[in-house]
């Protein structure tokens, strides 16, 4: 007998650690997964009443097929996150804004010409302090030079945006706007990971030829609403002026985070959102825009279905 001890203490210690392990993982992922096979709600009892019922085989491929739905969705919550889309109405069409009412009070902050030394990170310190997000176009350029700048960016959860490789205004051919735009598609992705169809056209021109192929690719071409018009004025306090001026529900907000000095932009900042958020308006990112806008569009119609325009007396 005693030359078998050692065989049934290794027995017993494999079982052991088979039955811990067993343990651990019926009670960390079994409940969780039987209520995502939908089970618990079927039968409409406790899990631990249903466990009991069914046979271990039955139970893991259960827990097996529960865990793998999570992993899928947190996969998908992921590509949502670095996915900057497009809603299909403005998909190769460009926006100024986009129709809300003071009953939804949302505006996006965009910048441009980043990522860049300074003064983008404390755009973010801002926008972090301020707990808002916002979008930066980014330029491939600066975007090689200072990729840890656009991590920082994409890490602080803001959209990004297409700003062209070298930031051109004259006039290019097809191959140059193909160049410029999908080389700086193809960096965003490789430095970031993130997908983005929105794009804004150096200085705004829309006929250098930039425009046209963005849009032929269903790019939503992006203009603003409010221009703080850094490239005219120095002071802070005129960029204020320039952008609460113009500020409405659903407006886009142009600013520089790159490019040059923005000492300027930087102090205008909080004082334009501190005054926006006390007018009522909250901040999302551009993509956050376009939902608001189609749920706002959704609720006009159901509320325009559900009470008719009367017809007054006499009008067939």
């Keep these: 007998m005693d030359e078998l001890k050692p065989f049934f203490s290794k027995s017993m210690v494999l079982m052991a650690a088979i039955a811990a392990i067993s343990t651990i993982i019926m009670g960390t992922f079994l409940p969780t997964l039987i209520l995502s096979g939908g089970i618990v709600e079927a039968s409409g009892k406790s899990p631990e009443i249903v466990l009991a019922s069914l046979g271990v085989q039955e139970a893991m491929k259960i827990r097996l097929e529960g865990f793998t739905k999570a992993i899928a969705q947190k996969q998908t919550d992921k590509e949502n996150q670095f996915n900057f889309a497009v809603t299909p109405e403005f998909q190769g069409n460009t926006l100024y804004e986009v129709a809300l009412d003071d009953s939804e009070k949302a505006i996006a902050l965009t910048f441009d010409d980043g990522p860049w030394p300074i003064y983008t ?105 409010s221009d703080a018009r850094e490239s005219f004025f120095s002071s802070s306090g005129a960029l204020v002026n320039n952008v609460l001026n113009s500020a409405k529900p659903g407006g886009i907000v142009l600013l520089h985070d790159g490019g ?50 009367p017809v007054p007396d006499g009008i067939d």
């Design 260 to 309: 040059g000095d923005r000492t300027a932009t930087v102090q205008a900042l909080p004082i334009i959102i501190n005054e926006l958020k006390q007018r009522g308006y909250k901040f999302v990112t551009l993509p956050e825009l376009l939902e608001l806008y189609e749920q706002h569009k959704q609720s006009s119609l159901a509320e325009n279905t559900t009470n008719p325009t």
């Design 121 to 225: 990170e404390q755009v973010l310190d801002i926008l972090k302090e301020q707990d808002i997000k916002a979008t930066f176009f980014l330029i491939g350029q600066h975007l090689k030079n200072h990729p840890e700048i656009a991590q920082k960016v994409v890490e602080a959860g803001h959209a990004l945006g297409n700003h062209t490789w070298s930031h051109q205004y004259h006039n290019v051919p097809r191959e140059i706007a193909a160049q410029e735009i999908e080389n700086t598609a193809a960096l965003i992705y490789e430095k970031t990971g993130c997908n983005t169809k929105w794009f804004r056209p150096p200085g705004g021109v829309l006929t250098n030829g930039l425009n046209d192929y963005a849009l032929s690719q269903n790019y939503a071409v992006a203009m603003w609403s």
